[in-house]
């Protein structure tokens, strides 16, 4: 009878070691006042940023880097694909774009009823490559970006080899972008 008694002295002991803290340790929450979830103030429509759409190319050094840089691809429909290249590596993606205006402006392999495309890729560079549609007088381009984290097309403009106007497709300017990281990587003596 005596170890039933002890049992449940010590039980009872027990139960209030582990409820008793529980029990103290808890407050009495303060309301704190809300803020909303959305500010409804009215907007400035000419203050606002609107995102850019259509097909986008970005390139840019890393940071603290002269041989490194970061390569992003977007098709305009929210799809987007990114890698890390080499300074190697770029010259030949300027070289690919250069390679694709050049051919863009010739009447080469032009499609009569049906488009004509010729991929222009390095041989040992298979991280991008340019598809130039031909058909008419029109040239179009599209450029895929391949990288450990996927594969993505996106048109970058077309040109008309006709026109005396001096071309203007993505492409053109996405090569500009190429050449002015590039100078930007180069470290300042």
């Not at 500010?39 to 390139?59: C, E, H, T, W």
């Not at 058909?135 to 008309?160: C, D, M, W």
């Amino acid at each position: 009878m005596r170890t039933k008694l002890i049992i449940r002295i010590v039980g009872l002991v027990l139960l209030a070691l582990l409820t008793g803290p529980s029990l103290f340790a808890q407050e009495k929450t303060q309301k704190l006042p809300q803020k909303p979830a959305i500010d409804l103030r009215p907007v400035n429509p000419n203050k606002v940023l609107n995102p850019p759409s259509g097909p986008s190319f970005y390139i840019a050094p890393l940071e603290g880097s002269t041989s490194m840089f970061s390569v992003l691809l977007g098709d305009g429909g929210g799809n987007t694909v990114a890698g890390t290249f080499t300074l190697q590596q770029i010259d030949v993606f300027e070289a690919v774009f250069q390679a694709a205006k050049a051919f863009a402006l010739t009447d080469e392999k032009v499609g009569v009823g049906a488009p004509i495309t010729t991929r222009l890729m390095e041989q040992h560079e298979w991280s991008l490559f340019v598809d130039v549609s031909k058909i008419g007088n029109q040239s179009r381009f599209y450029v895929s970006l391949i990288t450990p984290h996927g594969k993505l097309t996106a048109a970058a403009g077309e040109i008309a080899r006709d026109s005396k106007k001096e071309p203007s497709a993505l492409l053109l300017n996405w090569l500009t972008q190429i050449r002015d990281a590039k100078a930007g990587a180069k470290p300042v003596q």
